[in-house]
């Protein structure tokens, strides 16, 4: 295939990152068919999904992989790595060494190391352990429109800033289904409900594909079968329905903080008892200068 190999994404430690829209991007991106984008989720079937696409696929991984793939992963794949106040999390954590195995030399194309925000910061490719690393800084891209008390997730990001470079393969999410998991939260810090109604209105339009999501909109389709309700009757019904349905999870769910009340005091207590972290120790040591 024609898409880029390893040198490709050889780049010096020069920080700020490459312009988000640039032909280096989007020649970096071309040759392939399509890009994938693999959120690390129980729904993610990974011999499946690889046997969905052509040999021309890129598949674009995030952060932790060891959730998704069991053994070295022998197809194009690239690995984005989110950044934190302290720099890239997998550097900070020590995991790069052990995410990086899972992934076949040659066909590995390196790290995307991702910040979205002022807060978040780079790392250096010298503190990758010799992988080939490219930065990106999505900050400009999301600032006008996205929730200002929220980050997007990588994912999101990703696929939103790709579908925007108007490439010519096509992107597709498999396990982006933002629901929690019995060994995987979702993280209050993204706007799961926003991002959700973004990809589905991009999906819907033909801009991205979906796995496991159906394209129509079924209320949509209900002023189609029953023209006597307009779309704003059908429209406010729905929400009614759905606000009675949030009020009564209100209820189960202040049941349960009753019921849980003594395993919170344990949780609280225990967390109290644990040492700080190296994070927590610097951010209180920066917050008492």
Excluded at 47 to 69: D, G, H
Aim: charged share 25%.
């Amino acid at each position: 295939m024609s898409g880029p190999d390893v040198n490709d994404l050889q780049v010096t430690n020069a920080i700020p990152p490459r312009e988000i829209n640039s032909e280096e991007w989007r020649s970096f991106f071309l040759g392939y068919s399509h890009i994938v984008l693999v959120a690390n989720s129980d729904e993610v079937d990974i011999n499946e999904l690889t046997s969905r696409f052509p040999e021309t696929t890129l598949f674009i991984f995030f952060n932790k992989v060891y959730k998704v793939l069991s053994g070295p992963f022998m197809r194009s794949a690239i690995l984005v790595s989110r950044s934190g106040t302290l720099g890239a999390n997998l550097v900070k954590s020590g995991k790069v060494s052990r995410v990086v195995q899972y992934f076949d030399k040659n066909s590995f194309l390196g790290i995307i190391n991702l910040a979205i925000g002022d807060r978040e910061k780079f790392s250096p490719e010298s503190e990758f352990g010799g992988v080939a690393v490219r930065h990106l800084d999505l900050t400009a891209l999301f600032a006008p429109f996205y929730p200002k008390t929220s980050l997007p997730t990588s994912g999101f990001a990703l696929c939103f800033w790709l579908a925007n470079l108007q490439l010519p393969a096509t992107i597709t999410l498999a396990g982006f289904s933002s629901k929690r998991s019995e060994r995987y939260q979702v993280l209050d810090v993204h706007d799961w409900t926003y991002e959700q109604v973004v990809l589905r209105l991009m999906y819907r339009r033909g801009k991205i594909d979906i796995i496991g999501r159906e394209r129509t909109n079924p209320y949509a389709d209900l002023a189609t079968h029953f023209p006597e309700y307009s779309p704003g009757e059908i429209a406010l019904t729905a929400n009614e329905v759905l606000s009675e349905r949030l009020v009564n999870l209100s209820s189960i769910v202040d049941r349960l903080m009753h019921v849980t009340r003594f395993l919170r005091f344990i949780d609280r207590t225990y967390k109290k008892l644990k040492p700080k972290t190296r994070k927590q120790r610097r951010w209180d040591a920066m917050e008492g200068k």
